[in-house]
């Protein structure tokens, strides 16, 4: 949201930092549509996620809709953005892959640049396991992504020595 919403009064900083754009963003695993995670929680709800979500919020979408759009990503397509790099697990039980699905869609259809990495059965948190097939496949996109060649440097390196 930070990267998103750079510039907006509505949103400004939590800290003593310019509000000013970025180049890109990497999203892991993150939440983006939240009045449709309110009405979509992952089941098993292991953490009564509409719950938390008001508790976050000041309560549910319907009282409060803006809220709810102003600290999701989807609602803020309609302006100039980074490019967008989004990594899911699909066997995230905490924040649906669905969240990454969805933005990506709504940034394609209104011309912004995303790439998707969807990482099979991988949970929320899989990057907490580190060196695990999870956590390399995201630490691969990432760099690719963030600094194009730099992923093959990297594998070349590490082959050669």
């Known amino acids: 949201m930070a990267a998103y919403s750079a510039g907006d009064p509505r949103l400004p900083p939590a800290c003593a930092v310019d509000d000013a754009p970025v180049s890109a963003v990497v999203s892991i695993?993150?939440?983006?549509?939240?009045t449709w995670g309110y009405a979509n929680p992952v089941r098993?709800?292991?953490?009564q996620g509409p719950?938390?979500?008001e508790l976050y919020l000041g309560g549910p979408p319907s009282a409060i809709p803006d809220a709810y759009?102003?600290?999701?990503?989807?609602?803020?397509?309609?302006?100039p953005l980074p490019r967008t790099l989004?990594?899911?697990g699909t066997g995230d039980r905490l924040v649906s892959v669905e969240n990454a699905r969805r933005l990506a869609r709504?940034?394609?259809d209104a011309g912004r640049?995303?790439?998707v990495l969807e990482i099979p059965l991988a949970d929320h948190g899989f990057d907490h396991h580190a060196g695990g097939v999870a956590d390399q496949l995201a630490q691969h996109a990432i760099l690719r992504f963030l600094a194009p060649g730099a992923a093959e440097r990297c594998i070349n390196i590490c082959a050669c020595s």
């Open 51 to 53: 719950h938390v979500l």
């Open 86 to 88: 989004l990594i899911h």
């Open 29 to 34: 695993y993150g939440p983006t549509d939240l």
């Open 113 to 115: 640049p995303v790439e």
């Open 69 to 79: 759009r102003l600290a999701s990503p989807v609602a803020w397509v309609d302006r």
């Open 106 to 108: 709504v940034l394609r």
């Open 44 to 47: 098993p709800d292991v953490v």
